[in-house]
């Protein structure tokens, strides 16, 4: 199948100038986008349409085909569809004919190559004509739109009103973010658009789309942040297969009975849908599924692969227990979907503390449970007995037993910026969640926050 991937960059910017070429974290702007179109498995001709003599050494640089545009497709009133049409009669020209186009904006820097996959294969296994990645907004109604007329037009039939509590009769909502398009040739041939008349969404996370000096600054610091959430993958990666050992080492074996304690905290029923978050090598869920007879369905989730497998091995008899491998600030589930939500010290790795309690608020359903289990702050003598600990001597340990220096050294610095459990109570209640209490154990070294997901009548 020819899948060709479009990105159309024109010279002539007013907002920011030169943008598609400015520096973004230390390469072009233009190359973030090349750079995930060629990592693809799927797009096999890759296409920088410019009238722009920069831009295209730019863009041959960094490994894409370049075709230059006519100057009357590279005025500021423009559109893109035109480009892509341009882009299109040429390669047929040259002998090259798409089974569908890809629209990349070089203005969405945060988009890789797994978004561009997966929007891609979504297409081709449906009936639909073409695809975008979107948003989900939120659910239609009670919204309403002003049209060019000035009159008011409902999103929703407000003759057929359901309530709050029953968002299964309520339809969803979603916005297209602009970083990826795609088109089944023969919908792109016939409406001469990249969008057809039977269009599906992708869902992603909100993305920038850069068009201010605003934007481009914040979309770098966005992908800082992205660089850093990377290392401390790699790093969770290298040390799985040395986790659980090192887990006992450095929490004196008490660290099961620490995590039994925690989940004891919890008003846990048969039939409950949990959620196990930074579920690591998977202590948690089996400790749930055990505790429970396997009568309880558990979701565990995690970001870093190495560890979802051991985990996944060691729970091959728990047909109760599904892993996700994902990120915990942008996860795959419908909102209100989980009984309880535990997380077991994934709270302080998060990239985004505040993003990351926001998406366990909106899966965990309504009178639901919020339970996080981490690292605390003890006071006084055993507050300066432990920091010793944590800070000297865990490091040393990470270091004799052969697991990865440098992970072992994050560990303790990871904690020292993270909130103290007062503080988390604090978090917790501004979040809207309540009943917020505190547990303490070995002193104050580790505390869970347990919270309740309270629905407020109008």
């Excluded at 299109?88 to 089974?99: A, F, N, S, T």
């Excluded at 659910?139 to 968002?167: C, I, S």
Aim: glycine residues 6%.
């Amino acid at each position: 199948m020819n899948i060709v991937g479009i990105i159309p960059a024109r010279g002539g910017s007013k907002r920011t100038p030169r943008k598609n070429i400015k520096l973004l974290a230390g390469k072009p702007l233009i190359a973030h986008t090349i750079d995930a179109a060629l990592r693809s498995n799927l797009i096999n001709k890759l296409v920088v349409s410019t009238e722009d003599r920069e831009i295209s050494e730019v863009a041959k640089q960094y490994g894409a085909e370049v075709i230059i545009r006519p100057a009357e497709l590279a005025q500021d009133s423009t559109k893109t569809a035109p480009v892509l049409i341009h882009v299109v009669e040429e390669l047929e020209k040259q002998g090259y004919y798409p089974d569908i186009v890809v629209l990349l904006q070089a203005t969405s820097p945060l988009r890789g190559e797994k978004i561009i996959d997966g929007a891609i294969s979504k297409l081709i296994n449906s009936d639909k004509d073409s695809i975008f990645t979107g948003v989900k907004l939120g659910k239609t109604m009670p919204k309403w739109k002003r049209g060019y007329d000035g009159n008011l037009v409902a999103l929703y039939d407000y003759h057929f009103r359901p309530r709050t509590q029953e968002p299964g009769l309520m339809e969803d909502m979603y916005a297209e973010n602009g970083s990826l398009y795609a088109i089944k040739i023969d919908a792109f041939k016939q409406y001469g658009d990249f969008l057809g008349n039977n269009a599906e969404v992708y869902e992603t996370a909100n993305m920038i789309d850069i068009d201010t000096p605003e934007e481009f600054m914040k979309a770098e610091q966005s992908i800082i942040e992205a660089q850093k959430t990377s290392e401390v993958l790699e790093m969770f990666d290298s040390i799985a297969k040395k986790y659980d050992f090192l887990n006992n080492i450095i929490s004196l074996g008490t660290h099961k009975f620490i995590k039994h304690q925690a989940i004891k905290n919890v008003p846990l029923k048969k039939d409950m849908k949990v959620l196990d978050l930074c579920t690591g090598t998977g202590d948690i869920a089996l400790l749930v599924s055990e505790m429970f007879d396997r009568q309880i369905q558990v979701s565990a989730v995690d970001f870093s692969e190495n560890m979802l497998k051991i985990a996944e091995k060691r729970a091959k008899t728990h047909e109760n227990i599904s892993f996700t491998l994902a990120n915990a600030i942008n996860l795959p589930f419908e909102d209100n979907s989980f009984d309880a939500v535990f997380i077991s010290f994934g709270l302080r790795n998060l990239k985004d503390l505040q993003a990351g309690i926001d998406q366990i608020k909106r899966v965990v359903k309504e009178d639901g449970y919020v339970a996080s289990l981490d690292t605390g702050k003890p006071k006084g003598l055993f507050g300066s007995i432990f920091r010793f600990y944590f800070f000297v001597l865990v490091p040393l340990l990470g270091k004799i037993f052969g697991a990865n220096p440098e992970a072992y050294r994050y560990l303790p610095k990871s904690a020292k910026s993270f909130p103290s459990q007062e503080e988390l109570v604090k978090i917790f209640q501004e979040k809207g969640f309540k009943d917020v209490k505190n547990y303490n154990f070995a002193f104050g070294a580790m505390a869970e926050q347990v919270a309740t997901k309270k629905f407020t009548n109008p």
